[in-house]
């Protein structure tokens, strides 16, 4: 029963008196409400701007946060109203909601906020109204839409632990991984344009010999152009087993388009090898060299626009079918009309319908060759009409297709721009993110100093030299305590960039060059901790299991070295979506208790055991390094 | 009591002023709203407190901004508490009920002096409400098909899900264990006395139209 219409139960109760009369047994008691209350105003503060309503209101939906008791822990016993620290103006359509029983969604929202604001108040996006369901969808799907682009980015970094197999298949798929696949990638690019070239020109008349007349190049030089030939084909050949030997799923690779290309631009020449000249099927033979052009398509690999302009024919196929199929009409009727109009005229060339196919696809695409024109005056009415119509019939669906591709084309340059925008973005949020994480550690080079001074010095010079904010030292104090939690023989701390990377050198392990500044964990050592991918808890793991997964590439210091686990810890209300952006979303400011979201992390490198007593402090600053998880303070 | 006043936002005015104008009169915008009478009014011709009355108005005027309830809008708001079934029929005699002055919308006064009989009527004026519910001609007899439909269109509320399976002829019989009880003189109609009479009798009757006094 919609609560909109809860005001009108009374009316259908009283309406059941109707009933009565007619009714043969008796009736069961009806319910007494206990404790009625009079209807009374309620208050309800969002973030400073007041809306009343009537508490009955709000009851007409007792499963969201309003309408159940959920919104006493919101009471505020000295104003006597309910606060909530919410963005008001969204506030505004949920309320509506519960008086008009619609839910409307304002164009200029976010989506995401207001999903937000809809999960935190319990209400269920899926009763927005018609009106606004639409507009709600279209920006829900985009918005997804986006989010896996720039997942789709994430896949180009490497997992370590790859087989040989999967790297090859990755090579093969993005050239800008490796150097090797790049190479790959331009040397069957040049093959490909040069077996174009070949085809083309072997059919040039090359220079004839005096008494004989002009021969084609290809029947000149047959040797060479044959070598061409094999030469070019070894090369797709062994491209194309190296494709399938590397693909993931055999079968999806050999049914997916590219590769049936490839398959059709290599089988003629085998199939002409295995021929012999024979007169019967040299013509068989020569049709298939027709097949070779389809090598050109392998540039589809190549070439982005290419792939656009194929997905853009494949997405409108339907507005290619209506455009083919009025066509296909348009012709056969006036083919029709011409022949038998032009039946009369003497040596008329229209000596049947389908002859009259060819003049009238001539005239509809405005070609007008010329060979066939109509001689008596209704054949040319009705030609003129022809010439006309087809010009229409062709220009409509012409913008539906050229509006798709437009769109196709504009979203892979949004996915272009964003790609090229993220390396930037990323850099200037690691500069801010350092800013926070250092200030940590310049608190605690402080705090250190501060405990020395403790012992000897005054409360008043203390104060002065406290100079971060409440909200800092307990953050900081926070962090401090994880550091004293991760106890082992050493401490382990926070530690500099420098400092982490001359003794990371020091052990002589190999970094691997990774090109994404997202990555997280080291090559070598086991990536379990990918905060960047990561939307689980981690918890900070001890240095037990950590020593577990120790590079075998050891140095001679003891165990201990090496990179130890990043962890990551997430202390998050929602949704996992915020997890999945929280390397680069935001602002490091001092420590925001409110939002209830703490991430932090925590990478450490065991002091040397020789070279330092427990619990020393090396030179903290920010790690940032390239290889490292960020200290990210939300 | 029928202090309506009916606005017109139009150009009525101006057409009684300047010429008449056919193009004029098509484009009239006719927005219909309808005020009720002044709360003090109501309080006096109805048995709710004024708060009651606030109350009640608040919620119609929710559902029917415009301020009357026309037939449709009327059905689908009876539809929606009896959802597994077809509760347009009776919702239609329903409307003919509430509609005294059978100009086709039920207006707030309408609605309220039905609730007002509903609800703290004597049982006089209940029953009274009743026949008129029933005799769908208004003629003063409630004769044996006016009584087959309303039966129908109760059976209809049901749906189809029920237990036992409604049959055919269940509302027929219904009817006629209705006519055995009130038709005394068995001429095939039930006058109002001899429906009254009849209900006065019956106990299980009389504890029933005491059921919703507590309603708002």
Redo the contacts between chains.
């Keep these: ?2 609560a ?2 809860a ?21 069961p008691v ?1 319910p ?2 206990k404790n009625k209350r ?2 009374e105003l309620i208050i309800l503060n969002v973030s400073g701007r007041r809306f009343q309503t009537w508490r009955n209101t709000l009851d007409r939906y007792p499963d969201t946060l309003l309408g159940s008791s959920e919104k006493e822990f919101f009471y505020n016993e000295e104003t006597k109203e309910y606060f909530f620290d919410r963005d008001p103006d969204v506030f505004r359509s949920v309320l509506n909601f519960y ?2 029983g619609k839910l409307h969604y304002p164009r200029y929202e976010c989506i995401s906020s207001y999903d937000e604001e809809l999960a935190f108040f319990g209400i269920i996006p899926e009763i927005i109204g018609d009106c606004c369901y639409e507009e709600y969808k279209d920006r829900k799907r985009e918005n997804a839409e986006r989010l896996m682009d720039d997942q789709e980015d994430n896949k180009d970094s490497k997992l370590p632990n790859m087989t040989f197999r999967e790297t090859m298949w990755r090579a093969f798929e993005n050239p800008h991984t490796s150097t090797m696949a790049l190479v790959f990638y331009y040397v069957t690019g040049f093959f490909i344009a040069i077996s174009v070239i070949t085809n083309v020109v072997e059919t040039v008349p090359c220079g004839s010999a005096p008494n004989q007349k002009e021969v084609p190049c290809g029947e000149r030089y047959t040797v060479a152009f044959f070598c061409m030939d094999t030469a070019c084909v070894m090369i797709f050949t062994v491209e194309y087993l190296m494709r399938l030997f590397a693909a993931p799923s055999r079968y999806r690779f050999m049914r997916s388009v590219m590769s049936i290309i490839d398959v059709v631009a290599i089988l003629p020449y085998y199939i002409g090898l295995v021929m012999t000249d024979n007169e019967d099927v040299s013509g068989a033979f020569v049709t298939l060299r027709v097949f070779r052009v389809f090598r050109i398509f392998k540039f589809s690999r190549h070439s982005q626009g290419l792939r656009i302009l194929g997905y853009t024919l494949k997405s409108c196929a339907s507005e290619l079918g209506f455009l083919l199929f009025s066509l296909t009409m348009a012709i056969i009727i006036f083919a029709t009309v011409m022949f038998y109009a032009e039946k009369g005229s003497s040596s008329s060339k229209f000596t049947s319908i389908p002859a009259s196919f060819w003049y009238t696809i001539v005239t509809m695409t405005t070609l007008g060759y010329g060979d066939m024109v109509p001689k008596t005056i209704a054949g040319k009415i009705f030609g003129s009409i022809c010439s006309l119509s087809g010009v229409l019939v062709i220009a409509l669906p012409v913008p539906v297709i050229v509006s798709n591709f437009s769109r196709i084309y504009h979203q892979n340059q949004r996915a272009d721009k964003r790609r090229a925008q993220k390396k930037a973005r990323l850099a200037r949020i690691r500069i801010s993110k350092t800013g926070s994480s250092s200030a940590f550690l310049h608190s605690k080079r402080n705090g250190l100093f501060n405990e020395a001074l403790e012992l000897t010095v005054r409360p008043e010079e203390q104060r002065l030299s406290k100079s971060t904010s409440l909200l800092e030292s307990q953050h900081h104090h926070l962090l401090h305590c994880l550091e004293k939690t991760t106890v082992s023989a050493h401490n382990h701390e926070f530690v500099d960039e420098q400092c982490y990377q001359q003794s990371y050198l020091e052990a002589g392990l190999q970094t691997y060059p990774s090109r994404s500044p997202s990555l997280s964990s080291q090559d070598g050592v086991t990536g379990t901790c990918c905060t960047r991918r990561s939307k689980k808890r981690h918890t900070p793991l001890p240095n037990a299991s950590a020593q577990a997964h120790m590079h075998p590439l050891t140095h001679p210091h003891a165990h201990q070295q090496g990179l130890q686990e990043l962890s990551t810890i997430h202390i998050q209300p929602l949704s996992t979506s915020r997890s999945s952006l929280n390397m680069r979303v935001d602002e490091p400011a001092p420590l925001n208790c409110q939002s209830g979201q703490i991430t932090t992390a925590i990478i450490s490198i065991p002091t040397p055991p020789a070279t330092t007593p427990e619990g020393d402090a090396h030179p903290p600053a920010g790690p940032a390094h390239q290889n490292v998880v960020k200290v990210s303070a939300l | 009591m029928d202090a309506k006043r009916v606005e017109t936002i139009s150009a009525r005015v101006d057409a009684a002023v300047s010429s008449p104008d056919s193009v004029e009169d098509e484009l009239e915008l006719s927005a219909v709203r309808h005020r009720p009478e002044g709360l003090e009014q109501l309080e006096a011709q109805t048995r709710f407190s004024r ?1 009651e009355l606030q ?2 108005y ?3 005027k ?2 029917c901004p415009s301020g009357v309830v026309n037939e449709d809008t009327f059905k689908d ?2 539809a ?2 009896f ?1 597994q079934g077809d509760a347009s029929t009776y919702a239609h005699f ?1 409307f003919n ?1 509430f509609d005294t002055d059978h100009n086709g919308s039920v207006s707030f006064e309408d ?1 309220v002096m ?2 007002s009989i ?2 703290r009527g004597t049982v006089q004026e ?2 009274n ?2 026949f008129n ?2 005799d769908i001609n208004k003629d003063g007899y409630i004769t044996k098909e006016e009584m087959l439909d ?2 129908k269109a ?1 059976y209809d509320m049901m749906g189809k899900c029920t237990y036992p399976v409604l049959k055919e002829e269940t509302p027929r019989q ?1 009817v006629e ?2 006519f055995q009880k009130m038709d005394k003189n068995k001429d095939g109609v039930v006058t109002i006395d001899e ?1 009254i009479d009849c ?1 006065q009798n019956d106990e ?2 009389m ?3 005491h ?2 006094e ?3």
């Design positions: 029963m919609a909109g219409v005001a009108w139960l009374p009316f259908a109760r009283a309406a059941a008196i109707g009933w009565m009369p007619v009714a043969n047994l008796p009736m009806a007494t409400e009079q209807d008086r008009t | 708060k109350i009640l608040r919620g119609f929710n559902e708001i009876y929606q508490f959802p329903l009920a609605f039905g609730l509903l609800l209940k029953l409400w009743a519910l029933y309303i039966m109760i219904h264990i209705f429906f209900c299980n009757i504890r029933s139209m059921l919703f507590n309603v708002i």
